[in-house]
Nanobody, 113 residues
C-alpha cells in the first residue's frame, strides 16, 4: 500500500495550493479518504474527508469555504484545493484512508506573511 502526497510548498498568505495524493495497493474507489494536518506542537486534526462515493464531504470549521476535497477514482488519486491560505494553515499535510489506517508520508505547507 502506498499513499504519496505532493503539491506542498511555500506560499504567501492569500495564495493557493493544490495537494495530490497518489495511491496504490488497495481499492481506492471503495474507501473513504481524508486529509489531515499537524502543526508543530499541535495535535493532528482532520481537515477534510470524502466518502467512497464522492458524494459526501466534510470539513473542519477552520477551512470551510476555503478548501475543497475531491477524488478521481480512475486515477486512484485524492486532491485538496486550498485557497485563501492563512498563516495558521502552516502544517504537514497527510492523506489517509482512515478506516484502513493507511497513511502517506506527508507534504509540508508553509504560509508566509
Amino acid at each position: 500500500v502506498q499513499l504519496v502526497e505532493s503539491g506542498g510548498g511555500l506560499v504567501q498568505a492569500g495564495g493557493s495550493l493544490r495537494l495530490s495524493c497518489a495511491t496504490s495497493g488497495f481499492v481506492f474507489s471503495l474507501n473513504a479518504m481524508a486529509w489531515y494536518r499537524q502543526a508543530p506542537g499541535k495535535m493532528r486534526e482532520q481537515v477534510a474527508a470524502i466518502r467512497s462515493s464522492g458524494k459526501g464531504t466534510a470539513y473542519a470549521d477552520s477551512v470551510k469555504g476555503r478548501f475543497t476535497i475531491s477524488r478521481d477514482d480512475g486515477k486512484s488519486t485524492l486532491y485538496l484545493q486550498m485557497n485563501n491560505l492563512k498563516l495558521e494553515d502552516t502544517a504537514m499535510y497527510y492523506c489517509a484512508a482512515p478506516l484502513m489506517d493507511y497513511w502517506g508520508q506527508g507534504t509540508q505547507v508553509t504560509v508566509s506573511s
